[in-house]
């Protein structure tokens, strides 16, 4: 297997001999020396290459660490595919015309030759310590977040100082001499997940957009080509961040930085897994070679205050401010997924102005937004706006509940930890799959659904669940993670191994997760059918869902480990509220049904008024004639408490004719003070029809006729009920060919059917008196209490670039009855905004609250 991968002479001759064959696209240049006399060397390649260093550059790190062979190999073989494709595809051309690629293919040559020859597991240097251990890891031993350590025989020994080094003084001298370097990615072994860099802040940067969607964007090529799907994950919080690596520090000199983690194995089989590692990203390196033009002076600049105007229950309005320019436009970019790519496949519209309204969405549905400007005369791209995420609104008949696992209730059992599965709830982490150590291991997520009517109907739902680390999964291609509903009362101890694996399932839920789809740091979620749906309503009356997530149950041969963790969000490492295990559940009530009577009816033609007489159709001259009704709204239930979902005038007629017209009868809404004369009904400004048109045929073979109320009828006839109007309706007749004496006489028992649940309309009262305070370390937020029955409670979100604007704009930091809560990762030298939002059981979300943290003001 060694023998596939190259030794790093041959990759030095291999690189020479690029150069000599590619005089104009790639120059070898060296950049320092190792402790053992190694040259450490960077490829330039572009076209001209005299002038790539005039030209954005991407950076590519390969092998830091000496057993991660995959940065090394992928060097070797893109290099080769971009000099044999540099005039075959037109994306690569382009970027090697306006662009730069630094590639150092190995930047550990003594490690890496130590890992070959001796002991393949080696991570470090070779450089001989003061107490005689051998070995700095060169990823610890930037300044950036710098931790000295003492025990010099660990893995992460990061040196004496900083750029002690010569591989890391080597590659800093290089890039501080680089300014024109845009986007540098970091290759390593393994995990298959891209790692963004950050500030040792748990907190959203301006450009965090940007590294998330350069991470995705190369998924989306990753998909094309094997089907893998890579996570995208900054880390825990502050304190478990690694320190001192060269992501971070290429980040502080402007550069968006980037670890990418390919395969399962530092050394994988070549064949088998570490080939379509390459092959899946050739094409991905290349689309980020792409965007190296749009983070540099050439790009446009960022779009500013991206935020959301106004959102319906099927569509969302977005504005931004940038400057106005007959060269700028601008594309949107729209997903459902967390982390997803902006390329053609979610670009959903361009604008010219500051304002775009996207249409024909689905009712209460999270989606995610971003924006970039673009210029028409260079093609250049800005960086991408922070994305804004917004909850479409509820249908009439909706409602929605966001319940997360409950706390003691959710865990993982471990085949072989009986004794300890007790303590595996309401802590850290759920273990889901199996490893030599733990035997198999299933997690269960409870959930208490007393908070749902128990006529729900549930029309949708989705299972969140969030990944935190794949390590441990490290066969391609085996095993899948599947979602199962358990019964009710088939299993006695929640925390016993056997009772859960024996459980009985009610059935799997939504599409299983294949090994090579797990990710870290993306939400996974599994969508409930139309059946599974009914399958979780059945246990709002037992008011709680118990679920079960299981992995592979055995192991291959010579395997040790195919373990997935995910983050229960509780405990010491737990990522706080917004990494609990969610149920999203979108739901209706069984509806009440109202007849209201007629309350006048008559019948108008070029004769006059006849009171208590019903018809139409066409007298002896061929004049029409109508029929006039009214209604009394007040006899509906009280409007700010129930909506109505359905309405239809219900109608049946008194004769019939043998002979077959073409006539047809339309029902009409008409304005108050309208049906006074035949002159009135002739000459209207016609409202609109009430649904579709009866044929005079039809009245032959129906008993009753049902004139249904479209979406504007329902919205005029609610207006009307609000304002305490009456409505009035007209049948008239139609007829193409024209008729003559065809006189239809309707039965009195007129009805309105209306259809309604009890639904508040309106949210309760805003929040007042927001404060902030300062306490343990953390920012502590305060409120009045709001005095209302309807309350249900708060909800508090932060925003690091703009006031939220709804309780979807930010990352959630509290949910429930208490007039208080706090930021526990909150940096307190960064600017950021609050918002609380009391809601009711719909829920119905009031106006935001606000205020601004300002690090300059003493709280």
């Keep these: 297997m060694k023998n596939q991968y190259m030794s790093y002479q041959e990759s030095l001759e291999f690189l020479h001999a690029m150069e000599k064959e590619y005089p104009d696209l790639i120059e070898v240049i060296k950049i320092g020396t190792t402790y053992e006399g190694r040259d450490i060397v960077l490829a330039k390649i572009s076209k001209n290459v005299e002038t790539a260093d005039e030209k954005p550059a991407l950076l590519y790190t390969g092998s830091i660490h000496a057993r991660e062979w995959i940065g090394h190999e992928l060097a070797l073989k893109f290099i080769s595919h971009v000099a044999e494709n540099q005039n075959v595809d037109p994306v690569l051309e382009k970027a090697l015309n306006e662009s730069t690629l630094y590639m150092v293919p190995c930047l550990n040559p003594d490690g890496y030759e130590y890992s070959r020859k001796h002991f393949s597991f080696w991570r470090k240097n070779r450089r001989k310590n003061h107490d005689g251990t051998y070995g700095v890891d060169l990823n610890r031993n930037f300044s950036i977040g710098f931790v000295k350590q003492k025990d010099t025989s660990s893995n992460v020994y990061g040196g004496e100082e900083p750029f002690s080094e010569a591989e890391t003084r080597a590659i800093k001298a290089f890039v501080d001499a680089h300014d024109n370097i845009t986007i540098a990615l970091d290759y390593h072994s393994q995990g298959n997940v891209f790692f963004p860099a950050h500030k040792f802040k748990h907190e959203a940067e301006m450009d965090g957009t940007d590294m998330n969607v350069i991470a995705a964007n190369m998924n989306d090529e990753f998909v094309k080509i094997t089907g893998r799907k890579y996570g995208i994950h900054r880390g825990k919080p502050p304190a478990h961040l690694i320190s001192g690596s060269g992501r971070e520090y290429y980040y502080s000199r402007g550069i968006m930085a980037l670890v990418v983690e390919v395969g399962t194995k530092n050394i994988p089989d070549y064949m088998k897994s570490m080939s379509s590692s390459i092959h899946e990203n050739i094409p991905a390196l290349i689309r980020t070679f792409s965007e190296v033009i749009n983070y540099s002076s050439y790009a446009p600049g960022r779009v500013e205050d991206f935020t959301i105007e106004d959102r319906t229950s099927n569509s969302v309005t977005l504005?931004?401010?940038y400057e106005k320019r007959d060269d700028i436009f601008f594309e949107i970019y729209r997903s459902t997924k967390d982390k997803d790519a902006c390329n053609e496949r979610t670009k959903v519209?361009?604008?010219?102005?500051?304002?775009?309204v996207d249409t024909d969405l689905e009712s209460s549905t999270n989606y995610h937004y971003t924006i970039r400007?673009?210029?028409k005369t260079s093609a250049c791209k800005s960086p991408f706006a922070p994305v804004v995420k917004v909850r479409t609104k509820l249908d009439d008949d909706e409602f929605f509940k966001l319940i997360f696992a409950t706390k003691e209730s959710t865990g993982y059992v471990g085949q072989y930890t009986q004794e300890q599965n007790r303590s595996h709830f309401g802590l850290n982490s759920l273990f889901v799959g199996i490893n030599k150590s733990k035997g198999i291991c299933d997690a269960v997520a409870s959930f208490d659904l007393s908070a749902l009517p128990k006529d729900a109907i549930i029309k949708s739902a989705r299972f969140y669940l969030y990944p935190m680390n794949r390590v441990g999964a490290k066969i391609e291609k085996f095993g899948q993670w599947d979602l199962s509903l358990l019964q009710h009362g088939s299993f006695a101890e929640i925390t016993d191994f056997n009772d859960i694996e024996n459980a009985?399932?009610?059935?799997?839920?939504?599409?299983?997760?294949k090994s090579r789809q797990l990710t870290q740091g993306i939400w996974n979620f599994w969508d409930f059918s139309q059946l599974e749906c009914q399958l979780l309503q059945e246990e709002i009356e037992n008011k709680q869902a118990v679920f079960r997530i299981d992995g592979p149950k055995y192991l291959p041969d010579g395997e040790d480990s195919q373990m997935m963790q995910f983050d229960i969000g509780y405990g010491q490492f737990g990522g706080g509220i917004h990494y609990r295990p969610m149920l999203d559940i979108k739901y209706t009530v069984e509806n009440?049904?109202?007849?209201?009577?007629?309350?006048?009816?008559?019948?108008?033609?070029?004769a006059g008024?006849?009171?208590h007489v019903l018809q139409s159709g066409f007298d002896a001259d061929g004049d029409k004639v109508y029929g006039y009704l009214d209604f009394d709204l007040s006899q509906l239930p009280e409007h700010n408490k129930n909506m109505i979902i359905q309405c239809a005038l219900k109608i049946r007629n008194k004769n019939t004719f043998k002979k077959k017209t073409d006539i047809r009868f339309y029902v009409e809404l008409v304005e108050l003070g309208e049906a006074g004369t035949y002159e009135d009904i002739k000459n209207r400004e016609k409202i609109e029809y009430i649904g579709y048109e009866a044929a005079e045929s039809d009245l032959n073979t129906k008993e009753y006729q049902y004139f249904n109320f479209d979406t504007l009828s329902r919205q005029v006839l609610d207006?009307?009920?609000q304002e305490g109007r009456t409505l009035k309706l007209v049948i008239k007749p139609t007829s193409a060919l024209g008729a003559k004496n065809r006189i239809t006489k309707w039965h009195e028992d007129v009805e309105l059917v209306v259809k309604y649940i009890e639904k508040r309309r309106t949210p309760v009262a805003a929040v007042e008196n927001v404060k902030i305070s300062k306490e343990n370390r953390m920012i502590r937020l305060s409120w009045d209490k709001v005095e209302d029955e309807a309350l249900s409670g708060y909800y508090v979100v932060r925003n690091s670039f703009h006031p939220p604007k709804h309780f979807m704009d930010g990352v959630k930091l509290y949910g429930g009855k208490d007039t208080w809560t706090y930021d526990n990762f909150a940096s307190f030298d960064t600017e950021k905004y609050y918002a609380?939002?009391?809601?009711?059981?719909?829920?119905?979300?009031?106006?935001?609250?606000l205020v601004r943290y300002d690090p300059l003001e003493k709280y």
Excluded at 349 to 356: C, K, M, S, T
């Design 719 to 721: 207006e009307m009920h």
């Design 836 to 849: 609380v939002f009391s809601y009711d059981d719909v829920p119905n979300f009031s106006q935001p609250a």
């Design 609 to 611: 008024v006849e009171e």
């Design 373 to 375: 400007a673009v210029s």
């Design 592 to 606: 009440k049904k109202l007849g209201l009577p007629v309350q006048m009816f008559s019948t108008i033609s070029q």
């Design 349 to 356: 519209g361009i604008a010219g102005e500051n304002r775009f």
């Design 504 to 513: 009985q399932s009610k059935g799997h839920i939504g599409q299983a997760i």
């Design 319 to 321: 504005v931004w401010k």
